[in-house]
């Protein structure tokens, strides 16, 4: 099949870590004897040629240089509204997304568009899609639901999507319930979690050196157990709560890899609260990976954030049980889809920072504890979540679109 990709974000550049999942779909599905072509906006750090199957398309949309602010994690300010650049650019873009994608299906011969986010990848693409009768393929992600619930107009947008898309794969299954309150038709919306690379993240190689010199980057002074948050700095991720956590303890050192917002108030959190904490900025995927192998501890402490935002399914999440870590992680939104209590990490209510202290220490003084969930994290990620995987369940799920396309 030809497939024509929609997306507001993907890796800038080879080892990027902005939306790295869309870059793994694309690269699944092209790996299927698909030829992938991917529409996404221009940017000033864009940096991608075209690849085994895969095409990129990017275009302009910002009138002045200042207003490339659209996509690439960019748009929201602590994933809680949009920043005022991005309302401003917003219509330019929206013009520029439709007519990017018209212009694709006038010039080739699609078999399948896939946009990703029904928000704003779904709307935007839905015009062309249902001009030139193309089966219709929309992902969910998590912070397009959000937004499409918080706003009745999008919701309707949204909706108006949904029921153009002949199939709706979402990353969890609350994401999916969502969807469907929103109107997604039940019988053709999906659950299909995230893959993860377990031969890169499960093939880190570092010497006892490299090892020692990523924890001292991370902060950890030696005899420390080291606990590793991979993620931006917005609220959903339940950094604060971490932080609070390990207040005062001689045992416990966090690094919270990423980059965000709010950078600063997590900083005067842990100096206030007496936490051992290190905020080391933004990685490469590279140093993402061998931050996790060289972590005691990989804690996921995601919430639901006072304007209802939550994650989907942490691509972290994934890439620490790739990884073989030991995980405490909270039970919320997509995150028990994949992680069982006791077999593949602990869980924990989310934003319960005694809880999460009492979980964490509980790892701390049990290397073998920890050893035995690392190996079934690990088990879980090569049984049921490779992108090898992925790819095959959003084949069919093009295929179920083409059949509903045909009648």
């Known amino acids: 099949m030809k497939v024509l990709m929609v997306t507001s974000s993907y890796p800038l550049f080879e080892g990027d870590g902005t939306a790295p999942f869309i870059e793994e779909i694309a690269r699944g599905v092209a790996a299927r004897g698909h030829q992938v072509d991917v529409v996404l906006p221009s940017h000033p750090k864009l940096r991608r040629a075209a690849e085994g199957g895969l095409r990129f398309f990017p275009f302009s949309y910002a ?84 937004a499409a619930e918080r706003s009745r107009l999008v919701g309707i947008a949204a909706r108006r999507a949904f029921l153009a898309a002949g199939a709706v794969t979402a990353c969890s299954s609350d994401l999916r319930a969502r969807a469907i309150a929103l109107g997604a038709p039940e019988g053709s919306t ?4 995230y893959g993860v690379d377990a031969a890169f993240f499960g093939g880190a190689t570092l010497a006892h050196d490299e090892r020692d010199a990523m924890r001292r980057r991370l902060g950890a002074a030696p005899g420390r157990i080291l606990v590793v948050a991979v993620g931006r700095l917005v609220e959903k991720k339940g950094f604060a709560h971490l932080i609070e956590a390990v207040g005062g303890s001689s045992q416990l050192h ?60 942490p691509n972290t999440l994934l890439e620490a049980m790739a990884s073989g870590r030991a995980i405490l992680a909270s039970r919320v939104a997509g995150i028990p889809d994949v992680l069982s209590d006791g077999v593949e990490g602990l869980l924990v209510p989310p934003g319960d920072a005694s809880s999460i202290r009492e979980g964490l220490l509980r790892l701390a003084s049990s290397v073998s504890l920890r050893t035995h969930l690392g190996e079934g994290a690990l088990r879980r990620v090569k049984r049921d979540l490779t992108w090898e995987r992925v790819a095959a369940t959003l084949e069919e799920s093009y295929v179920q679109a083409r059949t509903l396309a045909k009648h």
């Open 190 to 193: 999906h659950t299909v979690p």
């Open 254 to 313: 966090v690094a919270i890899v990423g980059d965000g917002d709010l950078h600063e108030n997590l900083d005067a959190r842990a100096r206030a609260s007496r936490s051992s904490v290190t905020l080391a900025g933004r990685f490469s995927r590279k140093e993402t990976r061998d931050a996790l192998d060289s972590a005691d501890i990989v804690a996921v402490p995601s919430i639901v954030d006072s304007k209802g935002n939550v994650d989907g399914l």
């Open 63 to 146: 009138p002045f240089a200042s207003l490339n602010v659209w996509g690439y994690a960019q748009s929201m300010n602590a994933d809680r509204g949009f920043k005022g650049k991005t309302l401003l650019v917003a219509p330019f873009a929206a013009l520029a997304t439709t007519g990017a994608v018209r212009r694709r299906l006038r010039e080739e011969a699609y078999d399948i568009v896939h946009a990703h986010w029904v928000v704003p990848g779904g709307v935007l693409s839905r015009g062309p899609v249902v001009a030139r009768g193309k089966p219709f393929v929309i992902s969910l992600h998590g912070s397009d639901v959000f």
